[in-house]
């Protein structure tokens, strides 16, 4: 007799931009699971960004911060919007007579991935304008029409006011969890995008708490630390990357979600893989995955992340955005306008919460020869992805577990 447990990942996260007053080849017929191949290159370009800076934890949701580029480009023309279909990997997708292709495959791509409702993936976009700002009027229908925006006047005169409006509004859509995300705003800021998103997902077969346990988990040659490490012994699938020496591990999530661990052999060092990894090579580890009886050791973690993409992006040639050469007039004609900040924030939270439930799990099989193991005690990559649509959730890579 076994209980089930059930797992909560939680994920959340914000994203906002403020606009302070400042003023190749195409694909034939792109679809959404060219869009997504196409967000995972971007996702992975940033990713390497962020490691270039530190050898820290990393966690943030490619999907949340494509979509709200997506928006960003209905506003701008020029080179302000060609530096952003280029720096969003974007370019074969786009087509000079048909300026909605890219609003309208991340639409298709949302409506694939949260199809009948079953995948609980909240995503809202909202925008807070200022109530002094005339927004053109097709820029508005395209932000209903394709990000169901939330489209909120507010008088950002009043700082304090306007701040505890955008955080309270945060907090709620986020059920609490992330709060106090601005504490001021730049003077002058006359709109703000604001992207969260919230999953929630069941491990299709849960660990069973009873078997996590105190173990070591390896950050370095240097540094080792303590960890609450789970354990799972189930047919998993599995596959090997031998040109990289990595090994990988797929845990499914109800509804069509997967988490995919990237656990570089022992003495292999994580940072060589950073430059590896793309949405070429993430095909081939999904397609080297065999089922397997397998020894999982997984550490609980979480995990609370936040960028400024602002900061970021210019490296990835994403630049006029962000100066006084900004062209956004597809939101505003008259006045000149930039992008100030663009702010990006990410937790993961994985606990087992003690929701019982029968389950006909069978343990304690003697198998004939020890199963393989995966033991997940030294840094690790993952990824939570979408299976139909290879849409990219949330990547990260954990190094210690220890800090959030
Ligand atoms: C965990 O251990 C407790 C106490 O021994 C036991 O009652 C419970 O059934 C166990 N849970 C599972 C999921 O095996
Ligand atoms: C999407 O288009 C690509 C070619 O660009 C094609 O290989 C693929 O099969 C298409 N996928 C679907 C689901 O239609
Ligand atoms: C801004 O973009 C629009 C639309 O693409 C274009 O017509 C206009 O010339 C651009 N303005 C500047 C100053 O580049
Ligand atoms: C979604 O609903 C359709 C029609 O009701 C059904 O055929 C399909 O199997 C459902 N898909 C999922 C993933 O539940
Ligand atoms: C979602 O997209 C995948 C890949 O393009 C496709 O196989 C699947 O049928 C789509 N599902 C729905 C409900 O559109």
């Not at 797992?7 to 017929?29: E, K």
Request: aromatic share 12%; with cysteine; charged share 20%.
């Amino acid at each position: 007799m076994d209980h089930l447990f059930r797992m909560n990942w939680l994920f959340y996260l914000t994203f906002l931009c403020c606009f302070a007053s400042v003023f190749q080849d195409t694909l034939p017929n792109p679809n959404i699971t060219d869009l997504s191949h196409k967000n995972m290159d971007f996702a992975v370009n940033l990713y390497r960004r962020i490691s270039s800076y530190h050898d820290k934890n990393i966690f943030f949701s490619p999907l949340s911060i494509s979509t709200s580029f997506a928006a960003l480009l209905m506003a701008t023309g020029g080179v302000t919007r060609d530096e952003i279909l280029n720096g969003l990997n974007w370019q074969q997708l786009d087509r000079a007579n048909e300026p909605e292709i890219i609003p309208q495959l991340f639409h298709l791509l949302y409506k694939n991935i949260t199809q009948n409702g079953s995948l609980s993936l909240d995503q809202d976009m909202a925008m807070f304008v200022s109530d002094k700002l005339s927004m053109e009027k097709t820029f508005e229908e395209q932000m209903e029409k394709y990000f169901e925006a939330d489209i909120k006047a507010v008088d950002f005169s009043d700082m304090r006011q306007s701040v505890a409006y955008i955080n309270n509004y945060i907090k709620d859509k986020t059920n609490d969890r992330v709060q106090d995300m601005i504490s001021s705003l730049d003077a002058g800021t006359q709109l703000m995008i604001l992207n969260t998103i919230f999953f929630r997902g069941n491990w299709k077969s849960p660990f069973n708490p009873n078997f996590t346990k105190t173990e070591a988990f390896y950050i370095d040659n240097y540094h080792m630390v303590n960890v609450q490490m789970m354990y799972k012994e189930a047919r998993f699938f599995m596959g090997h990357d031998q040109a990289l020496r990595v090994k990988v591990l797929k845990i499914p999530y109800e509804h069509d979600v997967s988490l995919l661990i990237v656990l570089p052999n022992e003495g292999v060092d994580y940072t060589a893989i950073d430059d590896e990894i793309n949405a070429d090579r993430f095909q081939e580890w999904l397609q080297s995955l065999r089922p397997l009886k397998v020894e999982v050791h997984l550490p609980k973690f979480k995990l609370e992340q936040s960028y400024e993409l602002h900061n970021l992006l210019p490296n990835l040639g994403v630049n006029i955005l962000f100066t006084d050469s900004a062209n956004l007039t597809k939101l505003h004609k008259d006045q000149d306008m930039k992008v100030s900040e663009v702010l990006h924030k990410a937790v993961i939270d994985v606990d087992e919460t003690g929701t019982t439930a029968a389950a006909a799990t069978t343990i304690g099989i003697i198998p004939y020869s020890l199963p393989p193991s995966f033991i997940a005690n030294r840094p690790f990559f993952f990824f939570i992805y979408h299976e139909d649509t290879n849409t990219l959730l949330f990547m990260g890579r954990l190094i210690d577990p220890t800090k959030v």
